[in-house]
């Protein structure tokens, strides 16, 4: 079996654990271990590595906090640092983390066709270090650039534990339409697994099989906890009137989607999990 020695930065990050642990579990062979980036000595340590998995982030969430110039240092100016030491020591892959995020959010459905235009600092600093890490990239230096969606998952920060965490307190919540790409953890994780045992080069969208609406997303948490919820057409149809335009409504009842073609890689064996078998793993682990 393949042996490879895997570096992931991002110590305390979500992602980077599961990928940890997602990978030891299919191959025990594999030597992987998480870095910080605060570390210096171990930033720089990376000699004998065969693949880099670059996670770490200054994410969006905390956007108002930082100027443009701190994005561009984190996000695009120390992966590209990053990547062109690993080339230098040997490393045959750079695996970087990006975001749906370099689209914007303008488009319903996003496909081949669609224009990269990131509105948040977030995105363009990903997108500065996509268009640079192309640069650099060799016959001998692989570069794999994933933009997964929204990520869902037992202890995942966002919004879905604020979603699980309301459907089983309310009995009724708004019926919406909606449609979004999102991606569970464990399908991201089988997804990278498998992009670095075949050492695949380009850019990859993956996503679940399935797309997903809030509502019936939230209606599946509260079946998987045993609680009665009751979807509502009239509450929808009130919050679609009254806070319809506004970006909070966007964020969790807009659509904003990725097209199946976009999406497709090696027969998609990656979507190892379905939308309901991931909803009950979650919840059945957040009550262990």
Not at 150 to 156: N, R, V
Not at 157 to 184: C, D, E, H, Q, W
């Amino acid at each position: 079996m393949i042996q490879l020695k895997i570096v992931i930065s991002g110590k305390q990050g979500y992602l980077a654990n599961q990928l940890k642990k997602y990978i030891g579990n299919k191959n025990s062979h594999h030597e992987i271990s998480l870095i910080s980036l605060r570390d210096e000595e171990a930033k720089w340590n990376l000699h004998n590595t065969d693949v880099f998995i670059h996670t770490s982030a200054l994410v969006h969430k905390k956007e108002a906090k930082f100027s443009i110039e701190d994005y561009y240092k984190v996000n695009t100016d120390l992966t590209i640092e990053l990547a062109k030491e690993a080339k230098v020591n040997g490393i045959k892959q750079f695996v970087f983390i990006s975001s749906m995020s370099v689209f914007g959010t303008n488009e319903i459905c996003i496909n081949e066709k669609t224009k990269l235009e990131p509105t948040s600092h977030y995105g363009k600093s990903k997108l500065a270090a996509e268009e640079e890490l192309k640069k650099i990239e060799s016959p001998d230096f692989t570069i794999t650039i994933v933009r997964p969606p929204m990520i869902y998952g037992l202890d995942c920060p966002g919004n879905y534990k604020s979603l699980s965490k309301y459907a089983k307190l309310t009995f009724v919540f708004p019926l919406t339409k909606n449609k979004r790409s999102m991606i569970y953890i464990d399908n991201l994780c089988e997804f990278v697994f498998q992009a670095i045992s075949n050492n695949d080069r380009g850019i990859y969208h993956p996503q679940d099989s399935e797309y997903i609406n809030t509502s019936v997303m939230v209606k599946e948490i509260a079946l998987a906890n045993k609680h009665k919820l009751y979807l509502s057409m009239i509450a929808g149809k009130f919050l679609k009137v009254f806070i319809g335009k506004s970006s909070i409504y966007k964020k969790i009842f807009g659509n904003l989607y990725y097209s199946k073609e976009l999406s497709m890689y090696r027969n998609n064996e990656y979507q190892k999990f379905s939308f309901k078998e991931a909803i009950n793993i979650i919840e059945s682990g957040e009550r262990k």
